[in-house]
């Protein structure tokens, strides 16, 4: 096995939970290299990108198509802020305002990467929190997430 595949993974665990890797890394996953410094930065599960690798911090920002992966993990609840108002907007690709978040994954800060989900459980958008769990459930103004990309503009 590949030992950059192996390590990906022990990362997605880390920032993700635990099951987090074997899920958005399958065996048929291909890494893509960066040419100028030779580490991993494209992921794909088969022929679809399902996250990007930082190596500055060590942190995957996912796509789509990676975020409906990691939704399917038992339990995924720590990084999932739900909306039930405003949903066109934010599947376009909008951000989220905290006035609008019905839930947050209780351990959410700044700058985590979050899956923006519908109240039955589907992927919306994905994008990085601006603010806390609790400022996301408790404020009335403000950016809660920067969304990324919205899943009916993420071709």
């Known amino acids: 096995m590949n030992k950059d595949l192996e390590r990906l ?14 899920l958005l890394f399958p065996d048929d996953t291909r ?3 960066s040419k100028n410094t030779s580490r991993p930065r494209h ?3 088969g022929d679809v990108m399902v996250a990007n690798y930082r190596p500055t ?3 995957f920002t996912i796509t789509i198509a990676g975020a409906v992966r990691l939704n399917k993990l038992e339990g995924f609840t720590g ?6 108002e405003v949903l066109e907007f934010i599947e376009n690709g909008k951000n989220l305002f905290a006035k609008h978040v019905v839930e947050a994954g209780p351990g959410i800060r700044p700058d985590d990467e979050v899956i923006v989900r519908d109240s ?16 996301m459930l ?18």
């Open 9 to 22: 993974r022990g990362i997605a665990d880390y920032q993700f939970g635990y099951g987090a890797g074997l």
């Open 31 to 33: 890494i893509e290299y």
């Open 43 to 45: 992921i794909y599960a």
């Open 57 to 59: 911090d060590a942190v």
């Open 79 to 84: 990084y999932v802020v739900v909306v039930d």
């Open 120 to 135: 039955k459980g589907d992927v919306v958008a994905v994008g990085k929190a601006v603010l806390t769990s609790d400022e």
């Open 138 to 155: 408790r404020f009335k103004n403000g950016q809660a997430v920067n969304v990324r990309r919205g899943r009916n503009r993420h071709k």
